[in-house]
């Protein structure tokens, strides 16, 4: 059956309800192809080199990112430092009043930030209406607790607070961080992903500028802006999300600073099964965690699995796997009418044509290696639009016995592949869950919790589920990372706030050069 693009989801169509709501962001069409401004010294301006984004869901060019240099992010970051010093100086109250209007502004737009992230980054409907409203929801039980937080005598930080996030969670990551950040009196100032969700960023950001915040949002390459965002005197703190090496990179920048940071790295998160039995259990929380095609900090790419249990396993995971959906997430049936949910689907695309390009190479370098391709998924058959372009779409993989000389056996793909690795004892069950030198998240399936209570002892990540998975989690649940997946302050409920103020009692929780303190998890 031919498909369509679902009534009212056209780019053209989304793109025309963005300019609408926030018109003063977007500068007027060239050539066909509308370029988003750089909301610097307070105001929106058409400043920088224009530069393509493509969606991952076609390959097609949605807008043009204005690139800045590093003259320019220069000014925005001395006029973001005014800002912080009359924003700290607001009072409680107002801080809380301004944020709640910005709240109701993106609420009242929900469904606008939630198709484009559908186009921008990929995300199939649901969870992208999942991004947004964790983002909202979550900043909005920080405004219940604010006061609380603060009663400490906690003040904010010296300068405003740089934040250097990924593509793939816009709003309940970096917009959730920034208006926390601003809650707790600190000027924010946002780097726009290269990859992904500049226009619902753009969005956002004007709806929190009108309700008087002092946000700033740049784009650029990092060669450019890392120097300025990360080691300007003005800055107070730096938040980072990304892989290992960027995340260094800001590290080694930092290191002669005692400047606050957060840098939040990748990790190869790791399910360990052993003496176990629940096998239905399990495959609902595997088949949930395909969801964005694994594209998530806190995705479970390696199954460390006891020699006797592997055939088990198998017969539970090989038909998870195989049930998994992926496709255009915005394709519907010619029976599709307006009100009808949009497809239902596990993930859509990579984010980038290069990314997949990049995961089919590790796979198949990896099965040159030795490793046993269990699962091998394809496209023929996921629904596409007619011609539409494939390039960024890769289907589930299943590796057995990856070889230790591949990237696949110490680093996080980020993708729908799947390493599976068969160990006899509890030692090589544990050394192969901290093949990465520290994690995210780990979890372990085990019949007997005391043992896997035991065991869960010496796994390197900073939270570990019992039959279950862990991950980033919400509202007051602390999050970090052991080992290289983290360095500095923690965060995640009262820690997020005590990241980014100063005063108070005893020491952050975190990874530092001269400590690691880790609270419950």
């Known amino acids: 059956m031919a ?11 989304t793109l025309a309800r963005a300019v609408a709501a926030a018109p003063e962001a977007f500068g007027s069409p060239v050539d066909g192809v509308t370029t988003l401004h750089n909301l610097v010294r307070g105001d929106w301006h058409a400043v920088g080199t224009p530069s393509p984004v493509r969606t991952p869901v076609d390959n097609t ?35 809380k009043a301004r944020v709640t209007d910005a709240l109701d502004a993106l609420t009242a737009h929900r469904d606008l930030l939630a198709l484009l992230l559908v186009w921008e980054i990929g995300k199939p409907w649901r969870l992208a209406c999942a991004d947004v409203d964790r983002a909202l929801d979550g900043v909005r039980w920080y405004v219940d607790e604010i006061d ?20 793939n969670y816009p709003m309940s990551v970096l917009v959730h961080a920034e208006l926390v950040q601003l809650l707790a009196g ?40 890392s120097e300025v965002l990360v080691r300007a005197p003005e800055i107070g703190a730096v938040a980072f999300v990304g892989g290992r090496s960027n995340g260094g990179k800001v590290a080694a920048a930092l290191l002669d600073s005692d400047k606050r940071h957060f840098i939040e790295q990748e990790g190869l998160n790791a399910w360990g099964i052993w003496n176990f ?25 390696r199954f460390v699995v006891q020699r006797d249990l592997v055939d088990e396993f198998l017969d539970m995971y090989l038909p998870v796997v195989r049930s998994v959906r992926f496709g255009h997430p915005l394709a519907v049936g010619d029976d599709w009418t307006a009100g009808d949910p949009l497809p239902e689907l596990d993930f859509g695309p990579l984010i980038s044509a290069a990314k997949a390009d990049e995961l089919r190479r590790k796979v198949d370098e990896a099965v040159r290696g030795g490793a046993v391709p269990l699962h091998r998924g394809k496209l023929h058959g996921a629904p596409f639009l007619d011609g539409q372009d494939t390039s960024a779409y890769v289907a589930p993989s299943v590796l057995l016995a990856p070889p230790g000389r591949s990237r696949l056996m110490h680093a996080e793909p980020f993708g729908p592949v799947d390493t599976i690795v068969v160990v006899d004892t509890t030692d090589e069950l544990l050394a192969a869950m901290n093949a990465s030198n520290g994690a995210l998240v780990a979890s372990l399936a085990c019949d007997d919790e005391e043992l896997a209570g035991k065991l869960a002892v010496d796994l390197q990540a900073f ?50 050069p001269d400590y690691n303190s880790y609270p419950t998890t």
């Open 61 to 95: 060019v949605l807008v043009n990112l204005s690139r800045l240099d590093a003259e320019s992010a220069r000014a925005a970051v001395a006029h973001a430092a005014a800002a912080h010093r009359a924003w700290a100086d607001t009072p409680l109250a107002e801080r």
């Open 3 to 13: 498909l369509r693009l679902a009534d009212g989801t056209a780019w053209s169509d």
């Open 463 to 512: 939270k570990v589920g019992i039959n279950k998975p862990r991950s980033r989690g919400d509202r007051d649940e602390p999050f970090g990372g052991r080992g290289a997946s983290w360095k500095g302050a923690f965060v995640g409920g009262d820690l997020l706030v005590h990241a980014v103020t100063q005063g108070g009692d005893g020491r952050l929780y975190g990874n530092f």
């Open 186 to 225: 600190n000027a924010v100032i946002a780097k726009t992903p290269s990859q992904g969700g500049a226009v619902c960023l753009t969005v956002a950001h004007a709806l929190m500028r009108r309700a008087g915040l002092p946000a700033t949002l740049v784009s650029g390459g990092g060669e450019e802006l």
């Open 277 to 301: 039995s629940q096998w239905d259990l399990l495959a609902g929380h595997l088949k949930k965690g395909f969801e964005y095609g694994k594209q998530r900090c806190t995705a479970y790419p």
């Open 148 to 167: 609380r937080m603060l009663a400490d005598g906690r003040e904010p930080l010296p300068g405003p607070v740089s934040n250097i996030a990924s593509w």
